[in-house]
């Protein structure tokens, strides 16, 4: 799968779309020090590029022609620690979308704060790509459950052409841990002798968990050399980080750590050290801060990453602004996965009740729930928007032919039953025709009751 970066930043998607499998082969970015950082780090093929001049960069991506177009615009219209008023920076995401819906990839990725959501930036791109042809999987992830050790809260919004809303949302939620990765299981590694250290240890069995998170993205290699900076913030085994919005500044190594920003390496100020917050589990002048090595590997960096800039300010911003690696690479794994037809959309909500509720008894329910399930295996885990050609995919799946009549019939009954079904839940929040979403028409129907 090839893929076109935009708003490359110094490389975090990138990063981990390659660790994945997935090809970068073209990366932008407007700001010229992120693109030496990236074409440094990870290769040459990033470019400073103002995205907002359309008529240049789309004739130019669209001659590369990408399986896949993704990247984070701007945030700061919508983040918690901005101002949240829409300006300049939320129209890079409506910026996005049109160059997306122009060169028309299969794939999109885009990843944005949660605020996002809400913006209307984000509902005029959302309309954009809908009436392109895309499904659209918008998740609401935190990168503590896919190998980071931050509560870092974004919206990864996954996008295919022809398939139906929600395709890629249980995958999603599927790849994530048990549990939030803590600091704890990400630097207690470096403690060599934890008999004499004053480290306390973890139970064995949350060791094991530990273990099993950590091998989730292979960052602790048997041969690794302890740094001293790690081992002071565990055995110190509190982090300070500057609050936002009334927040605590204090954490322990046993939580994640909260959102990397540029100021995650700063010292509790004199303001908080005289009104901290209540909730705090240690004294902020007794804690450990952030350097700037541990703020970028926990964002995904890998050790031998080199920054390059005339100030430490730009290179912390380039960290903050990154996409954590390891939160990209699960991304890139669930749509090369759903790409081979590896995995296949869950059946959410009730739908045996709703089955029940329309007449069918459970055992009958249950049957027209597996052969749904049946079907989506032969469609390669495949939805559609339009279910008349979702059915004459199934209709052309090698070997389908060869089924006896009948489960043929109940297979594609069975889709368009699971079609009326998720169309029911799509009306019931949006008030309108259950079918309306589904695009039922004679021609469906004859197909789904054909034999």
Same mark, same amino acid.
């Given at each position: 799968?090839?893929?076109?970066?935009?708003?490359?930043?110094?490389?975090?998607?990138?990063?981990?779309?390659?660790?994945?499998?997935?090809?970068?082969?073209?990366?932008?970015?407007?700001?010229?020090?992120?693109?030496?950082?990236?074409?440094?780090?990870?290769?040459?093929?990033?470019?400073?590029?103002?995205?907002?001049?359309? =008529?240049?960069?789309?004739?130019?991506?669209?001659?590369?022609?990408?399986?896949?177009?993704?990247?984070?615009?701007?945030?700061?219209?919508?983040?918690?620690?901005?101002?949240?008023?829409?300006?300049?920076?939320?129209?890079?995401?409506?910026?996005?979308?049109?160059?997306?819906?122009?060169?028309?990839?299969?794939?999109?990725?885009?990843?944005?704060?949660?605020?996002?959501?809400?913006?209307?930036?984000?509902?005029?791109?959302?309309?954009? *790509?809908?009436?392109?042809?895309?499904?659209?999987?918008?998740?609401?992830?935190?990168?503590?459950?896919?190998?980071?050790?931050?509560?870092?809260?974004?919206?990864?919004?996954?996008?295919?052409?022809?398939?139906?809303?929600?395709?890629?949302?249980?995958? #999603?939620?599927?790849?994530?841990?048990?549990?939030?990765?803590?600091?704890?299981?990400?630097?207690?590694?470096?403690?060599?002798?934890?008999?004499?250290?004053?480290?306390?240890?973890?139970?064995?069995?949350?060791?094991?968990?530990?273990?099993?998170?950590?091998?989730?993205?292979?960052?602790?290699?048997?041969?690794?050399?302890?740094?001293?900076?790690?081992?002071?913030?565990?055995?110190?085994?509190?982090?300070?980080?500057?609050?936002?919005?009334?927040?605590?500044?204090?954490?322990?190594?046993?939580?994640?750590?909260?959102?990397?920003?540029?100021?995650?390496?700063?010292?509790?100020?004199?303001?908080?050290?005289?009104?901290?917050?209540?909730?705090?589990?240690?004294?902020?002048?007794?804690?450990?801060? *952030?350097?700037?090595?541990?703020?970028?590997?926990?964002?995904?960096?890998?050790?031998?990453?080199?920054? #390059?800039?005339?100030?430490?300010?730009?290179?912390?911003?380039?960290?903050?602004?990154?996409?954590?690696?390891?939160?990209?690479?699960?991304?890139?794994?669930?749509?090369?996965?759903?790409?081979?037809?590896?995995? #296949?959309?869950?059946?959410?909500?009730?739908?045996?009740?709703? =089955? /029940?509720?329309?007449?069918?008894?459970?055992?009958?329910?249950?049957?027209?729930?597996?052969?749904?399930?049946?079907?989506?295996?032969?469609?390669?885990?495949?939805?559609?928007?339009?279910?008349?050609? /979702?059915?004459?995919?199934?209709?052309?799946?090698?070997?389908?032919?060869?089924?006896?009549?009948?489960?043929?019939?109940?297979?594609?009954?069975?889709?368009? *039953?699971?079609?009326?079904?998720?169309?029911?839940?799509?009306?019931?929040?949006?008030?309108?025709?259950?079918?309306?979403?589904?695009?039922?028409?004679?021609?469906?129907?004859?197909?789904?009751?054909?034999?």
């Amino acid at each position: 799968m090839r893929a076109v970066e935009l708003f490359c930043g110094a490389g975090g998607m990138s990063r981990g779309l390659i660790d994945a499998g997935i090809q970068v082969i073209q990366a932008y970015d407007a700001w010229p020090v992120a693109v030496e950082n990236y074409r440094h780090n990870i290769g040459p093929h990033a470019e400073v590029a103002d995205l907002k001049n359309l =008529l240049s960069i789309i004739p130019e991506i669209a001659r590369l022609a990408p399986d896949m177009i993704c990247g984070g615009p701007p945030c700061q219209d919508y983040s918690l620690a901005g101002r949240r008023q829409e300006g300049e920076n939320a129209s890079m995401t409506i910026a996005f979308a049109i160059i997306a819906t122009a060169v028309r990839p299969e794939w999109i990725i885009m990843e944005n704060v949660i605020q996002a959501a809400k913006s209307q930036a984000w509902a005029d791109a959302r309309t954009m *790509l809908k009436r392109a042809g895309y499904g659209l999987s918008e998740s609401r992830t935190n990168a503590s459950l896919y190998g980071v050790p931050q509560s870092r809260r974004r919206l990864i919004v996954t996008a295919r052409l022809g398939e139906r809303d929600g395709f890629l949302q249980s995958a #999603i939620a599927a790849a994530s841990s048990m549990r939030p990765m803590t600091l704890r299981d990400f630097f207690a590694p470096v403690v060599k002798n934890p008999e004499t250290s004053p480290v306390r240890r973890l139970p064995r069995s949350r060791e094991k968990e530990a273990s099993e998170i950590r091998g989730r993205i292979g960052a602790f290699p048997e041969n690794r050399r302890p740094h001293p900076d790690d081992i002071a913030l565990v055995e110190n085994g509190f982090v300070y980080s500057r609050p936002v919005r009334g927040g605590r500044g204090v954490r322990t190594i046993d939580e994640p750590y909260p959102t990397v920003t540029r100021t995650s390496w700063e010292r509790p100020a004199p303001k908080y050290l005289s009104n901290p917050h209540p909730d705090d589990p240690a004294p902020a002048a007794s804690t450990f801060a *952030l350097t700037r090595d541990q703020a970028s590997r926990i964002q995904g960096f890998p050790e031998d990453w080199r920054w #390059i800039a005339r100030t430490q300010r730009d290179i912390l911003q380039m960290i903050a602004n990154a996409v954590p690696a390891p939160l990209a690479k699960a991304i890139g794994e669930i749509i090369l996965a759903r790409q081979a037809g590896q995995t #296949i959309p869950a059946i959410e909500g009730r739908f045996l009740d709703w =089955l /029940e509720r329309s007449g069918h008894r459970r055992t009958i329910a249950r049957n027209i729930k597996s052969s749904a399930m049946r079907a989506r295996r032969l469609l390669d885990g495949r939805t559609y928007a339009d279910l008349a050609r /979702e059915l004459a995919n199934l209709d052309a799946v090698a070997g389908f032919a060869s089924l006896p009549k009948n489960t043929r019939s109940d297979l594609r009954r069975a889709l368009l *039953l699971l079609a009326e079904f998720e169309a029911s839940k799509k009306s019931r929040s949006k008030r309108r025709c259950p079918l309306a979403s589904i695009e039922t028409t004679p021609e469906t129907l004859e197909l789904a009751n054909a034999a």
